[in-house]
């Protein structure tokens, strides 16, 4: 009977853990550039809070997705591509309302970046 409770107590934290981190929309970007990538998103809140969040470095034929969260109202993402150790370039930039979800293919190559909408 105990342990009953235990997988019951274990659904109900899973459920509230979920309903506590649940998001709005989200942002895909995939490299299909010849170059290293690294994007990023700012969100902001109905009263002017902010959020950042970074890919990190990305190479080609991976694809990275970051969460919008909740209580978003708004979003800009970024993608830089890296031209030498250290320097990058603006591949493209975009603001948007939330709830969305976005997804861009970033291509090209070093010195030419291209970007596409996909859904």
């Known amino acids: ?8 107590a ?3 934290s899973a459920l509230v853990l979920g309903v506590s981190c649940a998001n ?10 010849a170059y290293v990538a690294k994007c990023g998103l700012n969100s902001r809140t109905a009263d002017g809070r902010t959020r950042s969040y970074e890919t990190g470095k990305f190479p ?3 694809c990275s997705t970051l969460e ?3 209580e978003a109202v708004s979003g800009h993402i970024w993608c830089d591509n890296y031209v030498f150790i250290g320097v990058t370039k603006r ?3 975009e603001d948007f ?3 969305s979800t976005r997804c861009y293919d ?3 190559t070093t010195f030419n970046p291209s970007m596409s909408r996909t859904c």
């Not at 009977?1 to 019951?8: A, D």
């Open 68 to 70: 919008l969260p909740f």
């Open 24 to 33: 709005q929309g989200s942002v895909q970007v995939c490299n299909r550039g």
């Open 97 to 99: 309302n939330a709830p």
């Open 10 to 12: 274990i659904i109900l």
């Open 91 to 93: 591949v493209f930039q």
């Open 1 to 8: 009977m105990s342990s009953i409770f235990t997988y019951l």
């Open 106 to 108: 970033i291509g090209g």
């Open 60 to 62: 080609v034929a991976q």
